[in-house]
């Protein structure tokens, strides 16, 4: 399996059970608390073309490429857009393992979530897998991980205007939904919609600045 797997933190069991309530605790618990484990695998010989179909459907960001049942590659949507759309390449003729990154950037689930926001800035990259031994337990996304921070720090404010009770989060009662009807500017990496430029602009710096080697400034493509 063509994995760089990293092994990071101390990691630990504490908190897996119950979501974290404070940033500190999030930042500290097991990368499981923000892990999608509804990972999307095809052969690395399929289309992008049939590949398209099934992201839009499971409504992820990225595909792992295998062969002969191991991970080789990872090819996330912002691939597709920028090495075959962009370049006016034929979707059913390119096949995954022509644009896919390899090897998969991986850590183990002990691995804390500041840990792996840290190795994923580090390594210039958007999202790692969970790997343990020879089994993908899931994928975590650096915008999954800003949108927690963000929602535990809007129920703290919250609570502070408000008193008690105290906010409690079940991550999976969590839903965002976004109306890109009436927007002005949508953010190219997590659809979040601005009224301005300048807001858009400073979204993109402060979430998303140097993503990928393949993202370039989003301002360009507003110009």
């Known amino acids: ?9 101390n990691g630990g069991n504490s908190g897996a059970n119950a979501f974290p309530t404070s940033i500190s605790g999030l930042l500290a618990s097991p990368i499981g608390n923000a892990m999608n484990t509804d990972v999307i695998i095809r052969e690395a010989d399929s289309t992008i073309q049939e590949c398209i179909g099934i992201i839009k459907e499971k409504n992820q960001r990225s595909i792992l490429a295998s062969y002969k049942g191991e991970v080789v590659g990872l090819v996330s949507k912002t691939d597709i857009l920028y090495k075959v759309t962009f370049e ?15 090897p998969v950037l991986a850590v183990d689930p002990q691995t804390t979530v500041k840990d792996a926001l840290e190795l994923m800035n580090k390594k210039n990259v958007r999202q790692v897998m969970v790997h343990a031994y020879s089994a993908v337990l899931g994928m975590v996304y650096r915008e999954d991980i800003y949108r927690m ?17 105290v906010c409690i989060i079940d991550q999976k009662a969590i839903s965002f939904v976004k109306d890109t009807s009436k927007a002005k500017f949508v953010c190219a990496y997590c659809e979040s919609t601005f009224d301005s430029i300048e807001a858009l602009s400073r979204h993109i710096d402060r979430l998303h600045i140097g993503a990928g080697v393949l993202e370039g400034d989003v301002r360009r493509m507003t110009d």
């Not at 921070?149 to 008193?163: F, K, P, Q, V």
Request: net charge negative.
């Open 88 to 102: 006016g390449r034929n979707p059913s003729k390119v096949k995954l393992r022509e644009i896919m990154t390899s």
């Open 149 to 165: 921070m963000e929602t535990i720090s809007l129920c703290s404010e919250d609570t502070a205007l408000h008193g008690t009770p």
């Open 1 to 9: 399996m063509e994995i760089s797997l990293e092994s990071q933190g």
